[in-house]
């Protein structure tokens, strides 16, 4: 008989506990919640709320660009200067924008993006607590042009939805975060505007003061903490800039995307600029308030948009692009036929230019994405440029267009705008190779999940992957994993 062992020896052996936290405070002194710190091989679930709460700062962020738009005549007042001084606010306001795109939202390709979006927040809602303060102009201007500098959180948190959102509701996901960055545009103009009206122009300012700080809170309970995706790896800020200047001139899907999405953003902003003079001059007559309403037909179009990224979802994103340039060209020509000969038709085509231009915004960012993951912020960065430099053209060249040459000559140069897309589109198919500049290859397969599809699903599941586990593979890993993964339909 064998002898008796202690019972010691046949208890089970404790449970291993969890790993610790890669991280636990934010900024180094501020704690993070424990739900959202991040631990080695758990991941964390993209939700609703999340998504949401995303959306909601990329709205009150991105209106910092556009409260002083209703209210110039009242700060030129307030500050005693003239109209031609006052109408530099704006510009400030759009340089710093694209400083900040350029010199700033790469850094989510260094730093952990829940301590950069909450820093950028901190620091824009204390310099909006100065615009709405100051009693000089000159310091107005400067403050203008660092809020702008401090208020590109959508161009981060779209990389940060990329990593986090599965992959069959990735432009879902998208689309909610550019439904906030299109809504905040017209809510910053429609709000300011009506504050203006009934009390002081620091009144706008003293909301956004109080819009970020609940965006702030907001994004410190929801947004969970991730390692930086190229963690461990020689990666430095000088590199940053000088490999998003090589993706500019060697990616093809990344300059295809630019392409459109500049002469998409060109016709949009043609059109909102010019519409004041067409609404407000000899044929209809309207009202500035009667005006303002149109931006309510246009926020529509854009509280619709989150449901048009479920289409997007179900389509290679090649097909989805294609559908958005056709729709906004048969719109663009209802603009040029019947634009100046009925309202309705105004209507309709303010609508739809809303919907379409997020729908085709949704899928070129998908697309531009899923090029690379450790490289999505400098991506992502050269494509919203892209989006910025064509409003500027659209606004400087639509204006001088309407001057000249009236409302139709506006609405024709949308509609070869949308030819120049469909061009640009249709040079390079919906499964070519990352590398390949002008063809079509792998078939027309246009539903997501066929065959043709296949490795691009792969590719997205692996980018998904890639936020569980921080980089640290060595010095090349960035263009090692981008050659082993190539962009197909994506």
Excluded at 305 to 316: H, K, N, T, Y
Excluded at 379 to 403: C, E, R
Excluded at 411 to 435: D, E, K, M, N, T
Aim: glycine content about 8%.
């Amino acid at each position: 008989m064998e002898p008796k062992q202690p019972a010691e020896a046949f208890s089970p052996s404790p449970p291993p506990s969890p790993p610790p936290a890669l991280f636990t405070h934010d900024l180094g002194f501020l704690p993070i919640p424990k739900r959202l710190r991040y631990h080695p091989g758990k991941p964390f679930h993209f939700g609703l709320l999340l998504n949401l709460s995303l959306g909601f700062a990329s709205t009150f962020t991105v209106a910092n660009l556009y409260y002083c738009q209703p209210l110039l005549i009242d700060l030129a007042k307030a500050f005693e200067v003239s109209y031609s001084e006052v109408s530099q606010v704006p510009t400030l306001l759009q340089a710093g924008y694209a400083v900040g795109v350029v010199f700033i939202s790469p850094l989510g390709d260094l730093i952990r993006r829940r301590q950069l979006l909450l820093l950028l927040l901190i620091i824009s809602t204390a310099l909006t607590v100065g615009l709405s303060v100051t009693k000089s102009f000159v310091v107005f201007e400067i403050l203008s042009f660092f809020v702008a500098l401090t208020s590109i959180l959508t161009t981060i948190m779209q990389p940060l939805v990329a990593d986090l959102a599965p992959p069959e509701r990735r432009a879902t996901a998208l689309s909610v975060v550019i439904s906030g960055l299109l809504l905040g545009v017209l809510v910053a103009r429609v709000l300011a505007g009506v504050v203006g009206q009934f009390s002081s122009w620091r009144t706008a300012y003293y909301l956004g003061v109080g819009v970020q700080a609940l965006a702030l809170l907001l994004c410190y309970f929801v947004i969970p903490d991730c390692p930086a995706n190229n963690a461990g790896t020689d990666l430095t800020y000088a590199r940053i800039l000088r490999t998003m200047a090589v993706y500019a001139v060697t990616e093809p899907a990344l300059i295809q995307a630019c392409l459109v999405n500049f002469a998409t953003s060109a016709a949009f902003t043609s059109f909102w600029v010019t519409l004041t003079f067409l609404l407000g001059g000899p044929l209809y007559n309207y009202s500035t308030l009667d005006i303002g309403l149109f931006g309510l037909v246009g926020m529509l179009g854009v509280i619709l948009g989150p449901f048009m990224g479920r289409l997007i979802d179900a389509f290679v994103l090649w097909y989805a692009t294609l559908l958005a340039v056709l729709l906004l060209a048969l719109f663009n020509a209802i603009q040029l036929a019947a634009g100046g000969l009925n309202v309705a038709a105004v209507l309709i085509v303010a609508f739809a230019v809303n919907l379409f231009r997020q729908l085709l915004q949704a899928a070129l960012a998908t697309t531009v994405l899923s090029i690379s993951v450790e490289a999505r912020g400098r991506l992502n960065a050269v494509n919203v440029l892209a989006i910025f430099l064509g409003q500027v053209m659209g606004t400087s060249v639509g204006s001088k267009i309407y001057l000249q040459h009236g409302w139709r000559a506006c609405a024709a140069l949308s509609v070869a705008l949308s030819g120049f897309q469909l061009v640009i589109l249709l040079a390079r198919g919906p499964h070519c190779g990352r590398y390949t500049w002008v063809g079509w290859k792998g078939g027309t397969a246009w539903r997501r999940g066929t065959p043709a599809d296949a490795e691009s699903d792969l590719t997205t599941l692996a980018a998904r992957a890639s936020v569980v586990e921080p980089k640290v593979e060595g010095k090349h890993k960035e263009e090692m994993h981008a050659a082993k993964s190539p962009l197909e339909n994506n």
